[in-house]
């Protein structure tokens, strides 16, 4: 089997989130609570710590460096002060930077943990299939330390659309990526897939949770296309059986399934 393709177009939806479950059957399933889709988390309290300490080293190395080598009297060229007042942060930015990401991070995980309980009860599930994966293995194994993963599906129905989500360290191995043709499974808000023509593809895309099954390449089989025919045509009907789906739309994506 070809290995997973590196080069897809989109950028990564910051709304979306990718999950790995352990089985088709899981991945077919929306956990009970979050804790099984955000990874843990550092604490407020030891990330406010980090930053003191961080802070504490950065005035150390500004007042060792740049006041250390300060010069009052004028003997070197005007620009020997701008120099040095800059030049700590050459290496500090590199310690910053990711400090800052990793409140980022914990806002946009903490924003999901605290709606995830009205996510589920509003969101509807909708088939998809991985057209595109970029994957990134640790040097030192082939332990996946990034993936990227671009998706298609159609919601509404007849109305194509794809959505590029990532994960850091996802836990799986390079052997477990997910790779073009595997089906995906996308709980998205009720109303986001249903907004009007004039609304901007992001704000149709708000609030997504995209998972996958881990099964190994070795481990799949041919009649892995089956089974993922037969999981898409049981999401239409329940979508219909929930009357998200009228009689024709249901009617109209099934014949798109079945070819």
């Known amino acids: 089997m070809a290995a997973p393709q590196s080069l897809f177009p989109g ?74 007042l800059f030049f700590p942060w050459i290496f500090l930015v590199q ?36 057209t595109g994966t970029l994957v990134r293995t640790a040097e030192s194994n082939d332990a ?15 109305k194509p659309s794809d959505v590029v989500v990532a994960s850091r360290a996802p836990g799986i191995r390079r052997s477990e990526a997910p790779e073009n043709g595997d089906p995906a499974f996308i709980w998205i808000e009720r109303d986001a897939g249903r907004a009007s023509s004039g609304a901007s593809a992001s704000s149709a895309k708000a609030r997504m949770l995209v998972q996958l099954s881990r099964a190994a390449r070795t481990e799949r089989r041919p009649a892995s296309t089956t089974v993922g025919l037969a999981e898409e045509l049981e999401a239409l009907a329940v979508l219909h059986r929930n009357r998200e789906l009228s009689s024709e739309e249901f009617t109209a994506a099934k014949a798109r399934l079945l070819g």
């Open 95 to 130: 310690a910053w930077l990711p400090y800052l990401a990793g409140w980022k991070r914990y806002a946009e995980s903490r924003r999901f943990i605290d709606h995830y309980a009205a996510f589920r009860q509003e969101s509807v599930r909708v088939p998809g299939t991985v």
């Open 11 to 84: 950028p990564v939806d910051r709304r979306a989130v990718l999950r790995i479950a352990a089985t088709a059957h899981d991945a077919a399933v929306l956990p009970e609570g979050p804790e099984r889709i955000v990874p843990p988390m550092m604490s407020v309290w030891r990330r406010l710590l980090l930053g003191v300490v961080l802070l504490a080293g950065s005035v150390l190395a500004v007042w060792v460096i740049t006041v250390g080598a300060w010069d009052d009297e004028g003997f070197f060229p005007w620009y020997w002060n701008v120099l040095w």
């Open 144 to 158: 996946v330390s990034a993936l990227v993963v671009k998706v298609h599906y159609e919601w509404p129905p007849g």
